[in-house]
């Protein structure tokens, strides 16, 4: 399998040079993008396009707005994304799952003025309602409109500028803001990571030397682009290594997936776990067979979605570990290196340390440090404003253990564990005991506030039949101690998740403080 020797020169560049290095490598006519749509577009297309799309784009946000971008995953966006860059804007990806209170305050701290949309877009995922509050404070530029207005003129001056484009491209330094996307939310507001076009490249090179790709190989990402792994995996990494990618819009489509994956014949599939298992449930064993690499990410990987993969399509899956702020990936298990339970082991040229954290056993806080590791967050206060990272070190919030082979074991985050009795609980190995019970449904743990032992635990399940009194008795059978057994289970029929296949722990905060508000009530 094709590895290329991490190389920190290559990373110094910016995206849309990146984008002209492949076209370089490739040739212009490599058709190496493909959507929903099946219209595939070669890297001459990309190019071209972007210049005539920028050309308008030009004229409707000025140089010092950022640009918000509010579109599905696909070749429309990927080309959005690219125009922004070939005349010098700033795009800021929005989650557009995440509620106009949250898009609100994501555009505020952005100085998002302008949002590139599509009307057709809108009306399939029925955001109709989402539309009529963000145009209370943003203005709506329909890319349906902009495209009408591109003539005969804007194309022939965009195939000008397609053949000399590093002439004609915005000049930018390696160092300035590529991008701004948003934390995912899981455990709070989501918060504005700056990207430079340095971090995004140099994970690009990264991922490429740590991960073997064979030269032929084609990518399928149904992740979103406003998440960092479905930009930066599934649209970035095969654009700027050559590998042929096809984008899907909504991971959602469960039954859709599957069968277009054997169509298109991808051999490099990225999802969560959770979508994982709903793609096999409802593929053929025939299917999913064309995969050669899959990784998966986001969330801790079950060994009943290993077995199925194995069993059913000879697919070995692979767990990563990443987060927004280092662009994202961190981590991966590799083919030959695969230990399961752990999440890899660290991508080249970054630095890392652990610290305690008191009354945690077993486990410390990760910070990372590296080329590809963002410079801060948006300061909301100041336009424009970024709180950089103390001596470029970024705080994972995450509880780890690093053997000695440099494998990395995620024990939790340190916003999830629960302090009961004055002992900490990890909310993770929780969930974990649950799926022992369980096996087939999905669990969600979190805490709430208790007046006698400080905070106190309460499981979420899709088991219909689950009642506190089995999870109980297995717990005392194993040893479990009583401090980390819930008492209250709450079955739902579904646990909510983020756009990003993450599970959404705020939702559950605010369904467990409505019960205790009406159980109190009554």
Known sequence: ??????????????????????????????????????????????????????????????????????????????????????????????????????????????NVRKILTSRTFIKLAKLEALEAELSKFAKLIYLEDVRKSIDFGDKLIALTKGSFPRVFAAKASPDDTAVILFTSGSYGAPKGAVLSHANLVSNVEQGHSHVPFEPDWSFFSPLPMFHCFGLLAGVLLPL??????????????????????????????????????????????????????????????????????????????????????????????????????????????????????????GGQKLYVRGPNVMRGYLDPTKPFGIDLLP??????????????????????????????????????????????????????????????????????TNQKDAVAGAFQEWCKAQGVADIAVPKKIITVDDIPVLGTGKTDYVALGRMAADLVARAEAA
């Open 1 to 110: 399998m094709a590895q290329r020797p991490f190389d920190l020169a290559r990373t110094r560049v910016t995206l849309f040079e990146a984008l002209l290095r492949a076209r370089d490598m490739r040739g212009g006519k490599y058709p190496i993008l493909e959507d929903h749509e099946r219209k595939v577009l070669s890297y001459d297309d990309i190019v071209r396009a972007s210049f005539a799309l920028g050309g308008k784009l030009d004229l409707l946000i000025k140089r010092n707005e950022t640009a918000g971008i509010m579109l599905p995953t696909g070749a429309g966006a990927v080309v959005t994304f690219f125009a922004l860059h070939a005349i010098g804007r700033t795009p800021a990806l929005l989650n557009f799952t995440a509620g106009a209170m949250n898009l609100k305050s994501a555009c505020e701290a952005a």
């Open 240 to 361: 700027f290594t050559g590998h042929k990618t096809f984008l899907f819009p909504s991971p959602l489509a469960v039954k859709e997936i599957p069968t277009l994956i054997k169509e298109t014949g991808s051999n490099v599939f990225f999802a969560t776990d959770t979508f994982a298992q709903q793609y096999a449930r409802n593929a053929d064993d025939e299917d999913m067979k064309c995969i050669r690499l899959m990784v998966l990410g986001a969330e801790r990987v079950r060994p009943e979605t290993r077995e199925i993969y194995e069993k059913r399509f000879g697919v070995e899956l692979l767990e990563g570990y990443g987060a927004t702020e280092a662009s994202p990936l961190i981590s991966v298990n590799v083919p030959g290196r695969n230990r399961h339970g752990t999440v890899g082991q660290f991508v080249p040229d970054l630095e890392w340390r652990l610290e305690p954290v008191p009354g945690i056993e």
């Open 391 to 460: 001596q470029g070190w970024h705080d994972t919030g995450d509880v780890v253990d690093v053997d000695a082979d440099g494998y990395i074991r995620i024990l939790g985050r340190v916003k999830r564990f629960a302090k009961v009795g004055g002992e900490m609980v990890s909310l993770n190995a929780v969930e974990g005991y649950a799926q022992q019970v369980w096996p087939s449904a999905t669990h969600a743990a979190i805490a709430m506030p208790d007046t006698r032992k400080g905070e106190r635990i309460i499981l979420f």
